[in-house]
């Protein structure tokens, strides 16, 4: 067997060009798999960003609050009651609206995100805490996110911006994300956004569990001792249930599914191709080696060394390709669209098995090898 192996690897090495020709056919299928899966993931990624930069232990919401882009408030009672649940270290409530953000230079007005929390508790990772701390205590500014879509103009710290049509110093920036719904976000203590709209309600609250109590015990205190409008998540819990309900809700589930099955087709095809063509082209020495005593096995295992070769420098090209290609989609989107490890290794294996399978194919017209045809 290792000498088959040895003789199917040879064989493609021995013209590098063609092999670089035939792997790039395989790569095909692989970065159109990664590119539907990058897109597929950055979506998700985005969608669920907020509990992703949650800093507690779990997250109370409105129970008709199904998934994170809904607006639901919770009473800001229900946060008070449990602050004073046993295991209960800290509540901290996050405020969440949209305001107009007015362009200085082009004199547009566009809808932001706004988030407001107070600046000695610090509920999401949004930055450094103590300079975002520092920068929110200053009285009637706010942060802006940097990852924002350039659509809201050169906001730099230093600058007044009209928020509402009221002038506000832009103290700093944070670090947030957009999705495919919002463009931008901006951060304001909770000091500033009620003072403005004094009748807010929290869209959520962050709970910090007291050092030594059980998280699942507490959860269940909660729900216990409060009435049934509430919800309480870990921030895992709420991640998957953002995915889940993005997945179910959103047709882009079954359209990036397809995209990634057509992307494994594409490429077990070409891989079949480029096979059978080697295969074909190399007939009479395949008969010359029949003519010789080799076995159907030892052929056989010659063509899939052939495809287990393809498969990883196919994959190998179509990886560096796919690098390129969600890196310049994640410049322009602004999604989280990147190659993750898990997803890098399930597809390499999915390219492996179908290209053996497009191999196993092509070795029907290796046994077809007939040496008389030598004569």
């Given at each position: 067997m290792?000498?088959?192996?040895?003789?199917?690897?040879?064989h493609?090495l021995?013209?590098r060009?063609?092999?670089?020709?035939?792997?790039?056919s395989?790569?095909?299928?692989?970065?159109i798999v990664?590119?539907?899966?990058?897109?597929?993931?950055?979506?998700?990624?985005?969608?669920?960003?907020?509990?992703?930069?949650?800093?507690?232990?779990?997250v109370?919401?409105?129970i008709?609050r199904v998934d994170?882009?809904?607006w639901d408030?919770?009473d800001?009672?229900?946060?008070a009651q449990?602050a004073?649940?046993?295991?209960?270290?800290?509540?901290m409530?996050?405020?969440m609206?949209?305001v107009?953000l007015?362009d200085a230079q082009d004199k547009?007005?566009?809808?932001?995100?706004?988030?407001a929390?107070s600046?000695?508790d610090?509920?999401l990772n949004?930055?450094?805490?103590?300079?975002?701390?520092a920068?929110?205590k200053?009285s009637?500014s706010f942060?802006?996110?940097r990852?924002?879509?350039?659509?809201f103009?050169?906001?730099k710290?230093?600058?007044?911006?009209?928020?509402?049509?009221?002038?506000l110093?832009?103290?700093?920036v944070?670090t947030?994300?957009?999705?495919i719904?919002?463009?931008?976000n901006?951060?304001?203590?909770a000091?500033?956004?009620?003072?403005?709209?004094p009748?807010s309600?929290?869209?959520?609250g962050?709970?910090?569990?007291?050092?030594?109590?059980?998280?699942?015990k507490v959860?269940n205190?909660?729900?216990?001792?409060?009435?049934?409008?509430?919800?309480?998540?870990?921030?895992?819990e709420l991640v998957?249930?953002e995915?889940?309900?993005?997945?179910?809700?959103?047709p882009?589930?079954i359209l990036?599914t397809?995209g990634?099955?057509?992307g494994?087709?594409?490429?077990?095809?070409?891989?079949?191709q480029?096979l059978y063509?080697?295969?074909a082209?190399?007939?009479?020495q395949?008969a010359?080696l029949?003519?010789m005593?080799f076995?159907?096995?030892?052929l056989r295992t010659t063509?899939?060394?052939?495809?287990?070769?393809?498969?990883?420098?196919?994959?190998?090209v179509?990886?560096?390709?796919?690098i390129l290609?969600?890196?310049?989609l994640?410049?322009?989107?602004?999604?989280p669209?990147?190659?993750h490890?898990?997803s890098?290794?399930l597809?390499?294996?999915?390219?492996i098995?179908?290209?053996?399978l497009?191999?196993w194919?092509?070795?029907?017209?290796?046994?077809?090898?007939d040496?008389?045809s030598?004569?």
């Amino acid at each position: 067997m290792r000498a088959s192996i040895e003789l199917g690897i040879r064989h493609l090495l021995y013209n590098r060009p063609r092999l670089l020709a035939m792997s790039a056919s395989v790569a095909v299928g692989v970065v159109i798999v990664f590119v539907e899966m990058g897109l597929l993931l950055g979506v998700l990624d985005s969608q669920a960003l907020i509990a992703t930069l949650v800093r507690g232990d779990l997250v109370v919401m409105n129970i008709a609050r199904v998934d994170l882009h809904r607006w639901d408030k919770i009473d800001a009672i229900r946060l008070a009651q449990i602050a004073a649940i046993p295991g209960v270290a800290r509540v901290m409530p996050v405020y969440m609206d949209h305001v107009n953000l007015r362009d200085a230079q082009d004199k547009r007005v566009r809808r932001i995100i706004v988030y407001a929390f107070s600046p000695d508790d610090m509920p999401l990772n949004v930055g450094d805490p103590v300079r975002v701390s520092a920068a929110l205590k200053m009285s009637r500014s706010f942060m802006f996110d940097r990852l924002s879509r350039p659509i809201f103009g050169d906001i730099k710290p230093g600058k007044s911006i009209e928020i509402d049509k009221f002038p506000l110093l832009v103290s700093g920036v944070v670090t947030m994300g957009v999705d495919i719904v919002n463009d931008g976000n901006i951060v304001m203590s909770a000091g500033d956004w009620l003072a403005r709209s004094p009748a807010s309600k929290p869209i959520m609250g962050v709970i910090r569990i007291a050092p030594g109590a059980d998280a699942d015990k507490v959860r269940n205190e909660i729900l216990a001792r409060l009435p049934p409008d509430i919800t309480v998540l870990t921030p895992n819990e709420l991640v998957e249930r953002e995915n889940v309900s993005t997945l179910e809700t959103t047709p882009i589930g079954i359209l990036f599914t397809i995209g990634m099955i057509a992307g494994f087709m594409i490429g077990t095809i070409n891989c079949y191709q480029v096979l059978y063509t080697e295969v074909a082209d190399n007939l009479p020495q395949y008969a010359t080696l029949k003519a010789m005593g080799f076995s159907d096995e030892f052929l056989r295992t010659t063509v899939l060394a052939q495809a287990a070769l393809l498969s990883g420098t196919g994959f190998a090209v179509g990886l560096t390709i796919s690098i390129l290609a969600d890196g310049y989609l994640a410049f322009v989107t602004l999604l989280p669209i990147k190659i993750h490890l898990v997803s890098a290794s399930l597809v390499c294996l999915a390219t492996i098995a179908l290209c053996i399978l497009a191999g196993w194919i092509a070795i029907h017209r290796v046994q077809a090898a007939d040496p008389a045809s030598l004569y």
